[in-house]
């Protein structure tokens, strides 16, 4: 069992940057791919991006390709999401997921922080 707490979202104007963190209990973090998505309101949850259980192997959604970096420290348990160059149609509750399975079967997830960004 996992569980993962986001933290870091807030209120940015548009060419700002955040940092979001997904912190996990559990002692078998390191063996789990996490993955950022976000939900924007009326529309469906999207994928943003992944990270192996390395870090070695990042994947990016095109519309975020270039402006966000994850990185994780398998150490500290946590998974970071450095957004850049923010737009207003990044506004989204934020949530990580962990894979403990392979093949993006995302079992854990976290409740979720709120980014807004201003035009």
């Known amino acids: 069992q996992v569980q993962l707490v986001e933290s870091g979202g807030g209120l940015v104007q548009a060419g700002g940057s955040l940092r979001l963190s997904c912190a996990a209990s559990?002692?078998?973090?390191?063996?789990?791919?996490v993955g950022w998505f976000r939900q924007a309101p009326g529309k469906e949850r999207e994928f943003v991006g992944r990270t192996s259980r390395s870090g070695g192997r990042l994947t990016y959604a095109e519309s975020v390709k270039g402006r966000f970096t994850i990185s994780r420290d398998n150490a500290k348990n946590t998974v970071y999401l450095q957004m850049n160059s923010l737009k207003p149609n990044d506004t989204a509750v934020y949530y990580c997921?962990?894979?403990?399975?392979?093949?993006?079967?995302?079992?854990?997830w976290g409740q979720g922080t709120q980014v807004t960004v201003s035009s």
């Open positions: 997921a962990a894979d403990p399975y392979g093949g993006s079967s995302w079992a854990y």
């Open positions: 559990g002692r078998t973090f390191s063996s789990y791919a």
